[in-house]
Nanobody, 115 residues
């Protein structure tokens, strides 16, 4: 079983920055992909950013140039640096870890951007 612990969410003014972290523990061997999704009420969960085991990254168009995903394989941790935040970035952010094709989800952390 995989446990994911997220941290770093909170309230920030538009134009500000936040850094999310997600540490994986438990039955973790050969983590493949790691990523971040977000969801707002009434909308489907959407991919924000993903990073492969080899460091290849993928971003939603809405966050390109503002958000950066990274991972520390030694710590089994994935990060999301969010700069130039906008009110429309307000959402619950979830981290994911994929191991042998199975994806686990974190509990979510709230990010609120005030205008």
């Amino acid at each position: 079983q995989v446990q994911l612990v997220e941290s770093g969410g909170g309230l920030v003014q538009a134009g500000g920055s936040l850094r999310l972290s997600c540490a994986a523990s438990g039955s973790i061997f050969n983590i493949n992909g790691m990523g971040w999704y977000r969801q707002t009420p009434g909308k489907q969960r959407e991919l924000v950013a993903a990073i492969s085991s080899g460091g290849r990254t993928n971003y939603a168009d809405s966050v390109k140039g503002r958000f950066t995903i990274s991972r520390d394989n030694g710590k089994n941790t994935v990060y999301l640096q969010m700069n130039s935040l906008k009110p429309e970035d307000t959402a619950v952010y979830y981290c994911t870890v994929t191991i042998r094709g199975a994806t686990d989800w974190g509990q979510g952390t709230q990010v609120t951007v005030s205008s």
